[in-house]
T-cell receptor, first 115, second 112 residues
Framework: GDSVTQMEGPVTLSEEAFLTINCTYT??????LFWYVQYPGEGLQLLLK?????DKGSNKGFEATYRKETTSFHLEKGSVQVSDSAVYFC??????????????FGEGTQLTVNP | SAVISQKPSRDICQRGTSLTIQCQVD?????MFWYRQQPGQSLTLIAT?????????ESGFVIDKFPISRPNLTFSTLTVSNMSPEDSSIYLC?????????FGPGTRLTVT
């Protein structure tokens, strides 16, 4: 079945540091890939997405590239801010077949950015 | 995008009781989903709720424990029945909008 593996956390960085959160996946067919962010006490927000190989999703300075050859979708940001402190979830959606459009989530990575 | 609201936002319940969580969407959507997020964990899909049909439950979740209603294209409810402390979680509804899922703010449930 489908699965998503994220780098173990938590991750603690200083403001303006470079961020990478690794995400790899296993899926049949050609899934769509997503990063969601959950700020403290809130629900999930869609951060970015990519629907086919070599697509780059980007939003709010974050970006991730759909790498089919390495089955990866790593999240990066060049300069993090304190306001980026949150839990980040990598997810995939396999359309069609028995899995329909359900999302499969990774374990989540807690990011803390210190001033 | 779709805007989703949930009620209640949080509740503390006694074991053995039931709680019904409401999910309201500002647009008509075909597919709605209910997820559970246990403390410090990722999200697990409970069931998919399409209007006009029975909900489809994932492995490990049963209708008697988590009955779902989907009376129209903008509303759904999830009931957590005969609660135990292990049911303490955040429950989130989501909707499929194009190729993307949008989530409600969640209902934080504590069972004592």
């Amino acid at each position: 079945g489908d699965s998503v593996t994220q780098m173990e956390g938590p991750v603690t960085l200083s403001e303006e540091a470079f961020l990478t959160i690794n995400c790899t996946y296993t899926a049949t067919g050609y899934p769509s890939l997503f990063w969601y962010v959950q700020y403290p006490g809130e629900g999930l927000q869609l951060l970015l997405k990519a629907t086919k190989a070599d697509d780059k999703g980007s939003n709010k300075g974050f970006e991730a590239t759909y790498r089919k050859e390495t089955t990866s979708f790593h999240l990066e940001k060049g300069s993090v801010q304190v306001s980026d402190s949150a839990v980040y979830f990598c997810a995939l959606s396999s359309l069609g077949g028995t899995s329909g459009s359900r999302l499969t989530f990774g374990e989540g990575t807690q990011l803390t950015v210190n001033p | 995008s779709a805007v989703i609201s949930q009620k209640p936002s949080r509740d503390i319940c006694q074991r053995g009781t039931s709680l019904t969580i409401q999910c309201q969407v500002d647009s008509q959507v075909t597919m709605m989903f209910w997820y559970r997020q246990q403390p410090g964990q990722s999200l697990t899909l409970i069931a998919t709720a399409n209007q006009g049909s029975e909900a489809t439950y994932e492995s490990g979740f049963v209708i008697d424990k988590f009955p779902i209603s989907r009376p129209n294209l903008t509303f759904s409810t999830l009931t957590v029945s005969n609660m135990s402390p292990e049911d303490s979680s955040i429950y989130l509804c989501s909707v499929l909008w194009g190729l993307e899922q949008y989530f409600g703010p969640g209902t934080r449930l504590t069972v004592t």
